[in-house]
């Protein structure tokens, strides 16, 4: 079973490509609906993470890194790519932590 993938980066976006190789990877996939890519700021500043869902997490290795697995919703994220309502499909939180 595929679970939810994030990796953290140096905040702010020193790795910025992830979203852009993840954008290409997606559209090449024909938009599937199953995918999208979030990302939130650790309370401290100091790292952007970025996250994976489950179909999506077969991408983790084309956009580089260490990705770990992660129970997403003690958190809420950013939306940055996705085809559809993420909220109904997928029962993320959307908006800041604050």
Known sequence: MTT???RATKFPGLDDRIQ????????A???PEEMALFC???????????????????????????????DPFDHKWVLLVASG????????????NE
Do not use: Y
């Open 4 to 6: 939810w993938m994030q």
């Open 40 to 70: 939130r700021t650790s309370p401290d500043f100091q790292s952007e993470i970025f996250l994976l869902t489950p179909a999506a997490a077969t991408l983790a290795s084309a956009l580089g890194g260490s990705w770990e697995q992660v």
């Open 29 to 31: 996939s024909g938009a």
């Open 20 to 27: 852009e190789r993840f954008e290409e990877a997606f559209m």
């Open 85 to 96: 309502d993420v909220q109904e499909r997928f029962g993320i939180q959307l908006g800041s």
